[in-house]
């Protein structure tokens, strides 16, 4: 086991538990790597290595942790854990598909003291849902929504929008008012992973997203004090970049399920860093002193116009995979800036979503997976 320090730092306040690349949906925008086959189930964390991830974190300073995936339901062992992160003091969020999920099952979390359900739709309908999902999974989430609202938790539900449902904006909060959820997240989707492949297909216009905005905002106005919704905008439309993460290895820690450890669940395709694995070493040790966790701290990195800009300090220069992936180096300003020496490419992605191409969408699934 790689040391620890006591170097003072930002703790990691949010963990997040990739818990498996499993997963029964092929969604088009998912953020696995695009290569998830090749990290097989034999490969993941066992229920111990989990156990003592989470106490680490949690003596680490972490308070909110997210088991997620893939499909964290695959896990036989989810129950335990969940009862481990109840007994550290974790405020504790299920993000799931509900696939794999069952009202017996729902029961099992509440009893073991898991705080939060969070249920992924793709559509208002069932139709275009079981369509971007690559498989038939609509009237289960219904039926699993319901389940999560008898069982006492609050209603969450997150529909990610892009250019085949952001027209569906009005049915889906219309479904949410249905089911009676508490909370929706309607967030367009973040180009990385699969979506950034499918980017062309995905990306909705900008005429799309001003009328899904003034529809967001009148359901808004409408369901104040009712229903809180929450309307995520791609940041390729704005002129100044996201503070991603709040900034490299501030507040977010990703653990992978093979054990890698990240400062955001994307980071793992940006080259020249080797990211340590809580397999070999502490959480400790990775959060404070591993050099892939300290590459992007502070400013020293930054390159112009990001080092003199007196924003930096809000926005961090941007997400450091969107600047690799849109410029082939991670140390550049976010292209989505629009002082980036970069910003023609954001520019012409976002023109091209009044025209896009109509090829299919390049589902996420182990076949196409060996394309990359």
Not at 120 to 148: R, Y
Request: hydrophobic letters at 35%; a negative charge; aromatic letters at 10%.
């Amino acid at each position: 086991m790689v040391g620890s320090t006591t170097r003072p730092l930002p703790k990691p306040l949010w963990l997040l538990a990739e818990l498996t690349y499993a997963c029964p949906l092929q969604c088009a925008y998912c953020s696995n790597p695009l290569d998830f086959n090749r990290y097989s189930r034999s490969q993941e964390l066992t229920t111990d290595q989990w156990i003592r991830v989470l106490k680490e974190a949690r003596q680490l300073g972490a308070l909110q942790l997210g088991f997620s995936g893939g499909e964290p339901l695959v896990r036989t062992d989810l129950e335990q854990l969940i009862a481990e992160a109840r007994q550290l003091g974790y405020y504790s969020n299920l993000i799931t598909s509900a696939i794999g999920m069952d009202e017996a099952r729902v029961a099992a979390f509440r009893q073991a003291g898991l705080d939060h359900i969070q249920i992924s739709f793709q559509a208002s309908e069932e139709t275009l849902n079981d369509q971007l999902a690559g498989t038939t999974t609509f009237q289960h989430k219904l039926a699993m929504a319901q389940a999560v609202k008898k069982h006492g938790y609050p209603m969450v539900l997150c529909f990610v929008l892009h250019r085949h449902n952001i027209e569906q904006i009005a049915d889906i909060l219309e479904l949410a008012i249905q089911l009676e959820a508490d909370y929706v997240e309607l967030a367009t989707a973040q180009y990385y992973g699969w979506a950034w492949v499918n980017r062309e297909q995905l990306m909705p216009s900008q005429a799309q997203l001003v009328e899904g905005e003034k529809i967001a905002h009148a359901y808004q106005e409408r369901m104040k004090g009712k229903m809180k919704i929450y309307y995520v905008v791609p940041d390729y439309y704005e002129k100044r970049p996201k503070a991603c993460m709040n900034g490299w290895g501030a507040v977010f820690l990703t653990i992978a399920p093979d054990g890698t450890a990240l400062p955001c669940h994307e980071a793992r395709q940006l080259p020249g860093l080797t990211f340590p694995n809580v397999k070999e070493a502490s959480v400790e040790w990775i959060w404070n002193d591993s050099p892939a966790f300290n590459r992007y701290r502070g400013d020293e990195w930054m390159k112009e116009p990001c080092r003199s800009c007196p924003e930096k300090s809000k926005d961090f220069g941007g997400c450091r995979c969107q600047a690799y992936l849109l410029t082939g180096d991670a140390c550049e300003a976010d292209p989505v800036c629009e002082l980036s020496p970069h910003h023609d490419k954001v520019v012409d992605i976002i023109n091209r979503a009044d025209n896009p191409k109509n090829t299919p969408l390049i589902l996420r699934n182990p076949q196409n997976a060996k394309r990359f």
